[in-house]
């Protein structure tokens, strides 16, 4: 009999279907019964594991239970736990969307507890089980670095040392171990049967694959002298394409995917392999972003890692096609946008302009050695968000500024919350960020003084020393910074609310209103 290795994952729905996700044990039919009906899809296989993504179509209620079976063997649901429901989106959109990033795979015990802090995203599924209707979102938005490949736990590094001893000695190096780092991700109790029973979306940032990814052109120089980079980079997008991005796809969208149809055929890890390779060397042969129809509000969630343009003088957070595309979605009909970016577009004021500075620097305002010392200090502390390419900032700022209706912006990457508001504009950047990986006492203090006090001095000046043009409009950071793990809920159209785990209990800990 197969089993259920990861799964079921309910990823995409709207108002009348549901797609549920599995990795099996062995290849088979996967088969969701619901309501009397039953749905079907064989399985894939890559690298020796096994895929399928089942599709729930005609639906015209939500669906109260829902049952899995592996070639006519029920795997799921679990004994003694709740049972896996289907809501469907309401008509005039999500009443919640619930969000965050930044999320280790470490052990729930003691040790791990006073080094990693309550793992929320746990706690919040524990707390949903018993929780009335209202509390329950309609869609999970996961904003990067659901896997660390850069830095697997203890007992990750033993199911790699246990294989191979080859370089990378630390890291995830290959397709295997991805797989393995996504179980262990995906299959705590508590956690699988949250992602079973509330719709996911999600995106990549820099530690799904390493971290600072794609930081500027010398960085992807110095990765590819490696000898090892290259198989990571092309199992690191291959297993983001299966595990991730799959399910960020409606119906529609993945019977016209040429890659999943190859799949299905029998096409297998070559066919795998080589669209991942491509996509990291010709970004333009992909898209990742991804946007949905959500009632009254249009959600579009942006990819600011591998469509980036990084020619020196020219760097860009978007290419030129990506571009073009985000302009065409920002475009259409919607009563208020929802953008989620797994790096800020508004950082605190001061860091804002130490980015701005940082760049110029790296395009050569100051002169060469400056050049070289900048470009080492903008991957040594991390100056890659939006700020940091200041050309695409700018655009996107007079875009959103332009449009005339209510913007939010949702991201994480920076290991603390909070709120900014642009000034005397409708546009708001909520930050939500880690789920559970938090920073030290020591780098909170570090990040507050620097962040928010001695950039926020000298931030400016350094801007204007470099020549820098002021940006399209102001913003202040309104409420926030938070250091907790936590996760955020955004309610339409009023707010936004964190919640954190102290002692094992799911608490609210601030409510933010946005309008």
């Not at 619901?34 to 749905?39: C, E, I, K, L, S």
């Not at 003694?80 to 999320?103: E, K, V, W, Y």
């Not at 791990?112 to 793992?119: C, P, R, W």
């Not at 900048?374 to 991390?382: H, K, T």
Request: glycine residues 8%; charged residues 25%.
């Amino acid at each position: 009999m197969s089993a259920l290795v990861i799964g079921p994952m309910l990823r995409y729905v709207d108002t009348s279907s549901a797609s549920v996700w599995v990795e099996t044990g062995e290849p088979g039919v996967v088969a969701v019964v619901a309501d009397g009906r039953r749905y079907e899809s064989r399985t894939f296989t890559v690298h020796g594991h096994h895929y399928a993504m089942v599709d729930l179509t005609g639906l015209t209620e939500d669906v109260a239970g829902y049952a899995v079976e592996l070639d006519g063997e029920q795997v799921w649901p679990l004994e003694g736990r709740p049972p896996s429901r289907i809501r469907l989106l309401p008509a005039d959109g999500p009443r919640t969307m619930t969000f965050g990033s930044c999320r280790t795979s470490v052990p729930h015990d003691t040790a791990h507890v006073l080094t990693h802090g309550e793992d929320v995203l746990r706690t919040y599924g524990a707390h949903l089980m018993t929780a009335p209707d209202e509390e329950w979102p309609d869609l999970l938005l996961l904003l990067g670095d659901q896997v660390y490949a850069d830095s697997p736990s203890p007992e990750m590094l033993e199911f790699i040392r246990g294989r191979r001893d080859t370089e990378p000695q630390d890291e995830i190096a290959d397709y295997e171990e991805y797989a393995e780092l996504y179980r262990r991700a995906w299959t705590d109790p508590e956690i699988r049967w949250l992602l079973s029973t509330v719709p996911t979306a999600m995106i990549f940032d820099d530690h799904d694959l390493r971290d600072d990814w794609n930081t500027s052109h010398s960085w992807r120089e110095q990765m590819a002298a490696t000898s090892w980079w290259r198989r990571r980079v092309i199992s690191g997008l291959g297993a983001y394409w299966v595990y991730q991005h799959l399910g960020n796809l409606s119906p529609a969208e993945r019977a016209d995917d040429a890659l999943l149809r190859t799949l299905m055929e029998g096409g297998g890890a070559d066919a795998l392999d080589g669209f991942a390779e491509k996509a990291d060397a010709d970004p333009s042969s992909n898209r990742w972003s991804y946007s949905r129809d959500l009632g009254h509000t249009r959600l579009i969630v942006v990819d600011t890692r591998c469509a980036r343009q990084l020619t020196p003088g020219d760097r860009r957070m978007l290419d030129a096609g990506e571009w073009e595309w985000l302009v065409e979605e920002v475009s259409r009909p919607a009563e208020r946008l929802v953008i989620g970016s797994s790096i800020p577009f508004m950082l605190p004021e001061g860091v804002h302009y130490v980015q701005n500075w940082n760049e110029a620097l790296c395009d050569g305002a100051w002169g060469r050695l400056v050049q070289r010392l900048s470009e080492a200090f903008r991957q040594a502390v991390d100056l890659e968000h939006w700020a940091a390419f200041r050309r695409s900032f700018d655009d996107l700022a007079r875009l959103l500024a332009g449009l005339g209706k209510p913007v939010v912006l949702l991201s994480g990457d920076v290991h603390y919350s909070y709120v900014a508001k642009a000034r005397g504009r409708q546009i708001w950047q909520v930050v939500c960020s880690p789920i559970r990986n938090p920073l030290s006492p020591l780098l909170r203090w570090a990040n507050v003084l620097t962040q928010f006090g001695v950039a926020t001095l000298v931030g400016g000046l350094l801007a204007r020393l470099a020549r820098l043009p002021r940006p399209p409009f102001r913003w202040r950071v309104t409420h926030g910074p938070w250091f907790q793990n936590a996760v955020a809920t955004l309610t339409f159209p009023d707010g936004a609310t964190w919640y954190e785990s102290k002692n094992g209990e799911f608490q609210e800990i601030d409510t933010v209103r946005l309008t």
